[in-house]
């Protein structure tokens, strides 16, 4: 049942005065329930609630957790269809898309509950003692990962499971020792309670401190600047766009004690399509993009907007054969309204600009709030010249940049911000060839593809969701996957400290049988003083 109230901890409370309701882009109305967002106090509340639980949840051993995230799990199943209707009453995407989601969700922390049961994530490193060294003794440092404390977590627009309530960036702020503090996205404000029900719920069947999970509510920008201004917050986790991002890591700058925003943000992904692979299996790549760039409505962070190749009539054959295929494709339901004009209004504002033509374009009747495909080409000089045709249009939407030679090509890349993805279409006997522009895409991306598309994001230890500013505010880290957790830690020292008094991970007898590195050797072995 929804109560269109805020997760304190374990109490769901509303004094607030200022209330909304979500929509249903399907059925293109208001859904029925109403959200109360929470007040100042009510911030405050949790923020201290979540500061008390740091005392005693980072205390918690790898098992504890462990088992906390695979409660969750269990917990969020037991939702069963009820929560499968109500996020798809909130996001207008269909039931096969709520189901592989809410997969994803879990799978997500289910292996931050095996990490955590291993143990070596902490990455323990212990340098001996040697009393006798000269000119100077040589300390005893033994070195851990520990959690840095509270961490707010922005629920994304178009991920309501995997990237929001119970998603990755909890997940992993979780499984680092962090409690977390959700600010639940404002158009699926019903399903995040439903999830977040049933975090509480596993807190509570685990013995977890009250306030190591809150889920609170907000329509406007007011509750997540408060929350990221907020002292007793350590970091921030935000999926969302440039501007949204930016605005919160430059709050969390101009704080007294600045702290961490790891933003995943804007991306047109770029494609380079070399001139053999459309040669050999041009209508191949062409209904592969079709389908990449319309998945979803063209809403995802991963989204092919960009194809780079040189003229020719390889890319002449594929430009038509791309038009026919997407023409073909019905439009999907975005988001939300402001989303189908947020796209419209992004399209028409490339349409407008000179030297851009219009190839394809989805010509049935489309319904309310549905996206309508969208391809355009524009010649590599004029795209070079207006930077404003390589901003993100969030939706199915692509442009085809056609240049003149590799040399150019190469220099659009350059010119790129950077990117999540950057893929790759050739042959395996053309890559030598093509060595300068692999490298320059390497230089702009996270994650470098080879005859694929970018849509479509594996959760595993290898995989990097984030790149170059502005598609992650940190490059370093990704947002997916087990190595995510290193957002929320920081390295910490022990100097000559009572082997007793260690923690478990850096004792010499290693008791929990972790890999550690031992005087620069990786090692399982304990330390044997004679």
């Known amino acids: 049942m929804i109560t269109g109230r805020n997760y304190i901890g ?15 882009p399907q059925l293109n109305k208001e859904n029925p329930w109403v959200f109360t967002e929470a007040t100042q106090e009510e911030i405050d509340e949790t923020i201290i609630l979540a500061n008390q639980a740091f005392a005693a949840y980072k205390k918690c051993s790898g098992l504890e957790k462990a088992n906390f995230l ?22 207008g995407l269909p039931k096969g898309r709520a189901e592989g989601e809410r997969g994803r969700m879990i799978g997500q922390l289910r292996s931050f509950a095996d990490m955590l049961t291993e143990g070596s994530w902490v990455q323990a490193t212990i340098d001996t003692a040697i009393a006798d060294r000269q000119p100077a003794p040589k300390e005893d440092l033994r070195k851990m990962l520990v959690p840095l404390g509270p961490v707010v977590v922005f629920g994304s627009s178009n991920f309501p499971f995997a990237f929001s309530t119970a998603g990755g960036d909890t997940a992993s702020a979780l499984a680092a020792g962090c409690p977390v503090i959700v600010k639940s996205h404002s158009m699926h404000i ?28 907000g329509g406007g ?20 766009s440039i501007r949204g991002g930016r605005a919160l890591f430059d709050l969390a700058a101009q704080r007294p004690e600045p702290i961490p925003v790891f933003a995943e943000m804007g991306s047109v992904n770029p494609v380079v399509l070399l001139p053999n692979a459309l040669k050999e ?3 191949k790549w062409a209904t592969a993009y079709a389908g990449s760039i319309t998945l979803g409505a063209g809403q995802f962070c991963t989204n092919p ?38 796209f419209q209004e992004g399209a028409q504002k490339v349409i407008s600009q000179e030297g851009v033509s219009k190839v394809a374009e989805y010509k ?13 080409t524009v010649d590599g000089k004029t ?21 003149d030679d590799e040399s150019q090509l190469l220099a659009i890349v350059n010119q790129l911000d950077g990117q999540l993805t950057g893929t790759i279409i050739g042959e395996a006997n053309e890559l030598n060839a093509h060595t300068g522009i692999i490298a320059a895409m390497q230089n702009r991306v996270g994650r470098l593809i080879f005859n694929g598309v970018p849509t479509g994001v594996e959760v595993c230890p290898a995989m990097i969701h984030g790149g170059p500013y502005p598609a992650s505010s940190d490059s370093r880290f990704t947002a997916v996957g087990t190595h995510a957790v290193y957002r929320w830690v920081r390295p910490f020292s022990y100097q000559n400290w009572p082997n007793s008094l260690l923690p478990l991970a850096l004792q010499n007898e290693n008791p929990l049988q972790i890999l550690r590195t031992i005087n620069n050797t990786q090692t399982q072995s304990p330390i044997n003083y004679v």
Do not use: R
Request: aromatic share 6%.
């Open 70 to 91: 695979n409660t969750i799990a269990d917990e969020i199943l037991a939702l069963g269809e009820e929560l499968l209707v109500q996020y798809c009453s909130e996001s």
């Open 190 to 217: 019903g399903t995040g309670e439903m999830v977040a029900s049933a975090v509480i719920k596993a807190a509570k069947k685990t013995n977890m401190p009250e306030g190591v999970f809150s889920n609170l509510v």
């Open 221 to 240: 920008t007011t509750l997540g600047a408060s929350l990221v201004k907020h002292p007793l917050v350590k970091a921030v986790g935000f999926t969302g």
């Open 281 to 283: 299996n041009s209508q």
């Open 10 to 24: 374990s109490q769901l409370k509303a004094s607030g005065t200022k209330t909304f309701k979500t929509f249903n």
């Open 383 to 403: 795209f070079l010249e207006n930077k404003m045709l390589s901003h993100e249009v969030f939706g199915p939407f692509s442009i085809i940049v056609k240049c």
């Open 305 to 342: 907007g960009l194809l780079i190749a040189v003229k020719g009539a390889e890319l002449t054959k594929f430009t038509e054969e791309l038009a026919t295929a997407i023409e073909k494709i019905e439009p999907f339901c975005m988001l939300h309204p402001t989303m189908q004009s947020g």
């Open 364 to 376: 049935g009747e489309v319904a309310p709030n549905h996206g309508a495909q969208i391809v355009l």
